[in-house]
């Protein structure tokens, strides 16, 4: 399959199953909570953006980055009426279109693990945020990696509870598959909470505020760190 057929298909489907997906939405509350107030929002790795349509309800003007087209169109259609406070970028996150401190509130959800270099890319998300602001980083880690077909298993029978499973049906064998795959293929990072709470306090110099497993997998992490 070609790439860029590849990620119409995954962006699809990823974004009928995971938005309906109850540790998902878990996972939102958790960055949605963390950005309450804040008024320029990065959303790193955006998707097809379930998490930026939440920031703009909550009143925020939402920069949404991320390298899929396909995905940034998709927020697009479905933010019809946010014109003026969403504003999408089809670019590498490692480099960001933002002058020093132009950001209130950094949300970066699942995107770390497939950085060519993390370390690059959360000092540029960190260059940007403002003093007193708020960075917001979650992602799987390696017991997520280790046992790929129980975090499936898991929501898939979440879609089941819910009486959505058939509906879901096709989508669901085209995420598997994408899932899967990008799994093996492109995924490179698999920090531990430990581990990246040190990275963002000794080296980027920020002050880890809140730490919690992440919901939607088995283990994982969400930290919020802030900038002084």
């Known amino acids: ?34 950005l309450i107030g804040k008024i320029r929002i990065l959303e790193s790795g955006c998707g097809p953006g379930t998490l930026a349509i939440e920031l703009l309800r909550q009143g925020a003007c939402v920069y949404a980055l991320d390298q899929n087209q396909y995905a940034l ?3 697009s259609t479905k933010a019809k009426g946010n014109e ?3 504003f ?6 490692h480099v960001l279109p933002f002058e020093d401190e132009f950001i209130d509130g950094v949300s970066s959800m699942l995107v770390l693990p497939f950085m060519d270099e993390p ?14 602001g708020v960075f917001v980083v979650s992602g799987p880690d390696e017991k997520s990696r280790d046992d790929v077909a129980g975090v ?13 499973l058939d509906d879901l049906a096709m989508d669901w064998e085209t995420f ?14 698999w920090f531990g909470l430990e581990q ?33």
């Not at 999408?88 to 996150?93: K, S």
């Not at 499936?152 to 959505?164: I, T």
């Not at 598959?177 to 492109?186: D, E, G, L, W």
């Not at 880890?208 to 919901?215: I, Q």
Request: hydrophobic share 40%; aromatic share 8%; charged share 30%.
């Open 88 to 93: 999408t970028y089809c670019q590498d996150a």
């Open 84 to 86: 003026g406070r969403l």
């Open 152 to 164: 499936l298993r898991e929501w898939k029978d979440d879609h089941a509870a819910q009486g959505l």
């Open 1 to 34: 399959m070609e790439t860029a057929e590849f990620f119409r298909q995954y962006t699809e489907a990823y974004d009928r199953v995971m938005s309906s997906l109850s540790m998902y939405r878990s996972l939102i509350a958790l960055h949605r909570e963390a």
């Open 196 to 228: 990246l709470s040190g990275i963002l306090e000794a080296d980027l110099g920020l002050h880890v505020v809140k730490r919690a497993p992440n919901p939607l997998y088995k283990s994982g992490y969400v930290i919020v760190a802030e900038k002084h």
């Open 119 to 132: 370390l690059k890319y959360l000092r540029e998300h960190a260059r940007v945020l403002r003093k007193g």
């Open 176 to 189: 598997e598959k994408c899932t899967r795959q990008s799994v093996n293929a492109v995924v490179q990072n």
């Open 73 to 75: 169109d998709r927020l």
